[in-house]
C-alpha cells in the first residue's frame, strides 16, 4: 500500500515516527512521511512538509495514498491546566483534518495514535478499585492531553458512522526504546524498583518502539470495519514486584481480576490482541537479560 505517516519525523525525545516508517518498508509499503519539522534537516523524498493543522495542506498531502497511519500531535501529557487548551486544540483539529480528508479520499484504513491516558491516567487521582483494567471500561481522561485523545476517539466512531472508513485507534502506554541514554531507555528501568510508586501513575505500564510499529504495521491490514480503540502495552509491567505486591502498596483496597499472572500488564492487551493480532516480542527483561 502506499501510506502515508503523520509526524513521522518524531520529536528528539519521544518520537515513534521513525521505527514505525523503517517496519513499513521493511513489510513492502510505500511511505510518505508527512510533518512540519524536516527529518535530519534533511528534505527528502518520501517527505512532504505540511502543517496539518491547515485542511487545504493536509488534503494535498493525503492524496495519493492508500491509507493512513496518524502520529502528528503535541504529544506530551500535560501536568499544568495553563498548556491544555493549546494541546487540545491542536490535537483534534490535526485529527479532524486528516480524518476528514482520508474519508473524502476513500482510503482504506486509517490508524491513529490514541493513548493510554484516556483510561484515568494519572492513577494517583484516579484510584483504581479492580486491575487489570480493558479496553471495555468508560473513557476517564483526568488531562487535556488525554481528553484530546478521547474526543478523537469519539470523532473516529463519527466519521466511521458517516463514511464507512474503518479506524483502528491505538492506544500507546509509554514508549521505551532500546537506546542507551535515552530519556525513556531501559537503562532507567532499574531506578524505579525501589519507588514503585514513582510510576503507579501509569500502572507500570511501558511498550517498546518495535511493538509500537508492529501494532501499527497489523493494524494497517487488520480485518476491521468499524471504529476501535484498543491498548498497545508491553505483555509485563516495567517492576520487578508482583501485581499483589504493587497493588497492596499503592492502591490499597483495589480488587485483582482471579487469573492476572504476578507480572502481567494491569491495562489489558487482550483486545489489540484479538482483533489486530498484536503479539508484542519485547520486554524489558528481554532487553536487560534478566529473569526477575
Ligand atoms: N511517546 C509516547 O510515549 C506516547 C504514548 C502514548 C501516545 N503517544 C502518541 O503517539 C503519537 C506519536 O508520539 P511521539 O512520541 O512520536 O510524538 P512526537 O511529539 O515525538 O512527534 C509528533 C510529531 O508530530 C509533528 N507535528 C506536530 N504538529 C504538527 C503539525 N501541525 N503539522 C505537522 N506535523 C506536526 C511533530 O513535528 C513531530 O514530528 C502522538 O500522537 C502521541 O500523542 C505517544
Known amino acids: 500500500m502506499k501510506v502515508a505517516v503523520?509526524?513521522?519525523?518524531?520529536?528528539?525525545?519521544?518520537?515513534?515516527?521513525?521505527?514505525?516508517i523503517a517496519?513499513?518498508?521493511?513489510?513492502?509499503?510505500?511511505?510518505?512521511?508527512?510533518?512540519?519539522?524536516?527529518?535530519?534537516?534533511?528534505?527528502?523524498?518520501?517527505?512532504?512538509?505540511?502543517?496539518?493543522?491547515?485542511?487545504?495542506?493536509?488534503?494535498?498531502?493525503?492524496?495519493?495514498?492508500?491509507?493512513?497511519?496518524?502520529?502528528?500531535?503535541?504529544?506530551?501529557p500535560d501536568w499544568d491546566h495553563v498548556s491544555g487548551a493549546a494541546?487540545?486544540?491542536?490535537?483534534?483539529?490535526?485529527a479532524y483534518n486528516v480524518f476528514q480528508a482520508a474519508c473524502f479520499l476513500g482510503m482504506k484504513k486509517v490508524v491513529w495514535a490514541s493513548s493510554e491516558t484516556v483510561l484515568g491516567f494519572p492513577f494517583d487521582i484516579v484510584k483504581p478499585k479492580l486491575?487489570?483494567?480493558?479496553?471495555?471500561?468508560?473513557p476517564i481522561p483526568t488531562s487535556s492531553y488525554g481528553i484530546s485523545k478521547a474526543v478523537t476517539e469519539d470523532l473516529a466512531r463519527h466519521m466511521n458512522r458517516r463514511?464507512?472508513?474503518?479506524?483502528?485507534?491505538?492506544?500507546?502506554s509509554n514508549i521505551f526504546y532500546d537506546t542507551?541514554?535515552?530519556?525513556t531507555g531501559y537503562d532507567k528501568v532499574p531506578s524505579f524498583w525501589d519507588d514503585p510508586i514513582s510510576r503507579s501513575f501509569n500502572l507500570w505500564g511501558y511498550v517498546d518502539s518495535r511493538d509500537i510499529a508492529q501494532a501499527c504495521t497489523r493494524a494497517?491490514?487488520?480485518?476491521?470495519?468499524?471504529?476501535?480503540?484498543m491498548t498497545i502495552a508491553a505483555p509485563d509491567t516495567i517492576m520487578t514486584q508482583t501485581n499483589a505486591e504493587l497493588v497492596a502498596q499503592c492502591f490499597p483496597g483495589c480488587a485483582l481480576r482471579p487469573?492476572?499472572?504476578?507480572?502481567?500488564?494491569?491495562i489489558s492487551i487482550d483486545k489489540a490482541k484479538r482483533l489486530i493480532g498484536y503479539d508484542p516480542q519485547w520486554t524489558w527483561r528481554r532487553v536487560l537479560g534478566r529473569n526477575d
Open 6 to 20: 503523520t509526524g513521522g519525523t518524531g520529536s528528539w525525545d519521544r518520537g515513534v515516527g521513525p521505527v514505525v
Open 23 to 76: 517496519a513499513l518498508r521493511e513489510a513492502g509499503h510505500e511511505v510518505t512521511n508527512l510533518d512540519w519539522a524536516v527529518p535530519g534537516g534533511i528534505a527528502g523524498r518520501g517527505f512532504i512538509k505540511v502543517d496539518l493543522t491547515d485542511y487545504g495542506q493536509t488534503f494535498a498531502a493525503l492524496y495519493g495514498h492508500d491509507a493512513v497511519i496518524q502520529l502528528a500531535a503535541n504529544g506530551e
Open 87 to 94: 494541546r487540545f486544540h491542536t490535537n483534534t483539529l490535526i
Open 131 to 138: 486491575l487489570p483494567i480493558s479496553d471495555d471500561d468508560p
Open 163 to 172: 463514511y464507512g472508513v474503518p479506524f483502528i485507534g491505538l492506544r500507546f
Open 180 to 183: 542507551p541514554g535515552h530519556v
Open 220 to 229: 494497517l491490514v487488520a480485518d476491521v470495519h468499524g471504529a476501535e480503540a
Open 259 to 266: 487469573g492476572i499472572g504476578a507480572h502481567e500488564s494491569l
